[in-house]
């Protein structure tokens, strides 16, 4: 069994054979995973597409390797080769960025703890824009040219929606940080996850139609498309036009959670709304509780507030009513009534004595001229004539004074006839039913059970009917 080696001494064997066959290798690629740690050093992957090479650049490599000029001629200082023309432009790690192609030279190298070959970087050069970038930015020409990332075409997202539907690798991280953040926001909603790849090459038409499915559901809100962080290959499903299709006809609005902050995809400019993880989703989708909680005091405090104004001016309303029902009850109009007849019965009366006054006066005064004209004789006479008709005008004047008082007593005995409290003096009592608010007039107005008031002289009564005889009148 002398062939079985350990994991270190296999992985001490490969690292010799690989670091010897491979001393010094230029690798042309596209960047992509670029992190840059407190240590200085820059960590990225290269990528040509179809396979992926781990790059460590040390920041004691990242020197400056412009060429030098000796003469007429340009050197590089790595090499020692003569540039004849002007060549690609050598990198610093602050001036490499995702998606640039570059040249890279250096040394392959076994990392033992993980097992893992990588390059061990001496020389970046800048090689220009990588083809996923290029036709990134070509397919966002095109789609920008159709209107698809026009705001006025977008729909409006709802607030704290009651059905979301979530298109995403159901087995990805990216949907236990939605559901996590969900769980704890808003008012409670129901989520139907659609699964899809999140990544590959069958990604874009699973993603597509997902999100036709559900729009043609007609059950949700509002759709939202997550993935979690990744590369410009790992992300690059959502850079495709496929996707772009179906978010453009989505009747649903669209939100796109993809990727990390920094990440923008396709389907972030064709989404209705673009939020930067998939848990910020979740908080844009829903409000938090506390906040919510503040604005239903608001509204209760409001709300009461509202209530007692409302009160308050019914209250006001009330007591006109009120008032002007009793200025229009016919107890008020019996007694302005009575007002009026005595004051012009009153009036009447002064005026009778005065026309009986001014008659008397009228004789006497006439009484004196004859006497003064034709002598005493004559005018005894006449007196005794005059006197004649004196008694019979105060005759008159009595009788027309008695004739207007009977007229008076038979009007004040009709209006106390009107007067709806007259019958209570009687014995009557007047009974309203409570129910109906009505007066009883009839054994079949009530039924067993109703409650009465029943008004007496001097206050009122209240009963309840124990036993219905309608049915038997």
């Known amino acids: 069994m002398s062939n079985i080696l350990s994991v270190s001494e296999l992985t001490k064997s490969v690292k010799a054979l690989l670091e010897a066959e491979f001393p010094f290798v230029w690798v042309r690629g596209q960047v992509t995973n670029l992190a840059r740690p407190a240590s200085g050093h820059v960590y990225f992957t290269l990528t040509d597409g179809d396979a992926a090479l781990s790059v460590v650049w040390f920041k004691s490599s990242q020197r400056s390797t412009q060429p030098v000029t000796r003469g007429e001629e340009r050197v590089n200082p790595l090499t020692g080769e003569i540039e004849e023309e002007q060549g690609a432009t050598a990198l610093t790690g602050s001036g490499l960025e995702d998606g640039m192609e570059v040249l890279c030279a250096g040394r392959l190298n076994v990392y033992e703890p993980r097992g893992q070959y990588q390059l061990v970087a001496e020389l970046v050069q800048d090689q220009g824009v990588g083809d996923l970038a290029v036709a990134f930015e070509a397919l966002k020409r095109k789609l920008a040219d159709k209107g698809y990332f026009d705001e006025d075409r977008k729909i409006a997202v709802p607030n704290n929606p009651k059905r979301v539907a979530v298109i995403t690798s159901p087995s990805g991280a990216a949907i236990r940080d939605f559901l996590r953040i969900a769980d704890t926001r808003g008012t409670g909603a129901e989520i139907r996850i659609y699964p899809s790849l999140v990544q590959g090459d069958q990604a874009p038409q699973q993603i597509a139609a997902a999100l ?30 496929p996707v772009a299709d179906a978010i453009y006809r989505a009747r649903l609005p669209v939100v796109s959670g993809v990727g990390h902050e ?32 503040q604005k239903l005091d608001v509204l209760d405090m409001g709300l009461g507030c509202a209530y007692a104004n409302w009160l308050l001016g019914k209250g006001t309303d009330f007591e ?21 007849f ?30 003064r004209t034709f002598g005493m004789a004559q005018m005894d006479g006449l007196a005794a004539e005059v006197a004649g008709l004196a008694h019979r005008l105060t005759q008159g004047a009595h009788r027309f004074s008695e004739g207007k008082a009977q007229e008076f007593s038979l009007l ?8 709806p409290e007259g019958p209570l003096e009687r014995g009557y009592a007047l009974v309203r039913v409570n129910r109906t608010g009505e007066i009883l007039r009839d054994p079949k107005g009530v039924t ?10 001097g206050g009122s009564v209240n009963a309840v009917v124990t036993d219905d005889t309608s049915s038997d009148q």
């Not at 005026?351 to 004859?370: C, K, N, S, W």
């Not at 004040?412 to 007067?419: N, R, S």
């Open 342 to 371: 005595t004051s012009l019965s009153a009036r009447l009366q002064g005026a009778g004595l005065d026309h009986f006054h001014d008659h008397v006066d009228g004789v006497v005064r006439i009484t004196d001229r004859l006497n």
């Open 262 to 293: 920094p990440d923008v995809s396709i389907a972030d400019f064709v989404a209705d709304k673009r939020v930067a993880t998939p848990s910020h989703a979740a908080q844009e989708l829903w409000p938090r509780r506390e906040t919510l909680a």
């Open 320 to 340: 006109h009513l009120r008032k002007a029902l009793v200025w229009l009850s016919p107890e008020r109009r019996l007694e302005r009534m009575e007002d009026q």
């Open 212 to 241: 036709d499915s559900a729009d043609a559901d007609d059950w949700a809100e509002v759709a939202v498309l997550i993935r979690g962080g990744g590369s410009l290959e790992d992300l690059w499903a959502f850079n495709t036009e």
């Open 448 to 457: 067993k059970g109703d409650g009465l008031d029943i008004r007496i002289k």
């Open 412 to 419: 004040q005995t009709a209006l106390h006839g009107l007067d």
